[in-house]
Antibody, heavy 119, light 110 residues
Framework: QLQLQESGPGLVKPSETLSLTCSVSGGSISSSSYYWAWVRQPPGKGLEWIGSGYYSGNIFYNPSLKSRVTISVDTSNNQFSLRVSSVTAADTAIFYC???????????WGLGTMVTVSS | QSALTQPPSASGSPGQSVTISCTGTSNVVGRYNYVSWYQQRPGGVPKLLIYEVTRRPSGVHPRFSGSKSGNTASLTVSGLQAEDEADYYCSSYAGSNTYVFGSGTKVTVL
């Protein structure tokens, strides 16, 4: 069965760029049925959709984060990535990667990775 | 893109029912039948409970049900059990391949 696994540094300095990767196993990221998303959750707070990507390269962003976020899909390595630039303490969160199904729902989630922004 | 509005908390005794609302605009919840609900237990990963307003994924108990009226979607948990104590989030497709989550509701089983 398909699994998602986030990876990346757990600590990033203010003003630097946060970079995470989500590895997809047990299935192909090139499936035409799915988008691949990033969702974050600050400590003690709710979920926020960051953006989604398709294997063809189409990428869609949350308008509130669009100026600082880049999502890419790497079909050759079956993974997708997130970059958030100019981070501040407000970007401290658990970052989840997730699969978005044709029913417009987040139907499969990674375990999440905690990223702290601190000097 | 503002978060969908959910009550911060809800509670009920074992065996009772609790209903959680999720209110958005006519351009989001009111326009699309793509509302989903997720359960997140403490320290856990969100788990899909309901999609397309009313549909349950395989393996989700029928005690969980969804509905929608106008700009408000609702999740009802019937026959409350101790294991239902968790945070619940709604999400909605918002058009142009964008999504918005609800603010979250903490359900307490008394």
């Amino acid at each position: 069965q398909l699994q998602l696994q986030e990876s990346g540094p757990g600590l990033v300095k203010p003003s630097e760029t946060l970079s995470l990767t989500c590895s997809v196993s047990g299935g192909s990221i090139s499936s035409s049925s799915y988008y691949w998303a990033w969702v974050r959750q600050p400590p003690g707070k709710g979920l926020e959709w960051i953006g989604s990507g398709y294997y063809s390269g189409n990428i869609f962003y949350n308008p509130s984060l669009k100026s600082r976020v880049t999502i890419s899909v790497d079909t050759s390595n079956n993974q997708f990535s997130l970059r958030v630039s100019s981070v501040t303490a407000a970007d401290t969160a658990i970052f989840y990667c997730a699969r978005v199904g044709p029913q417009m729902t987040f139907d499969l989630w990674g375990l999440g990775t905690m990223v702290t922004v601190s000097s | 893109q503002s978060a969908l509005t959910q009550p911060p908390s809800a509670s009920g005794s074992p065996g009772q029912s609790v209903t959680i609302s999720c209110t958005g605009t006519s351009n989001v919840v009111g326009r699309y039948n793509y509302v989903s609900w997720y359960q997140q237990r403490p320290g856990g990963v969100p788990k899909l409970l309901i999609y397309e307003v009313t549909r349950r994924p395989s393996g989700v108990h029928p005690r969980f049900s969804g509905s929608k009226s106008g700009n408000t979607a609702s999740l009802t948990v019937s026959g409350l059990q101790a294991e239902d104590e968790a945070d619940y989030y709604c999400s909605s497709y918002a058009g142009s391949n964008t999504y918005v989550f609800g603010s979250g509701t903490k359900v307490t089983v008394l």
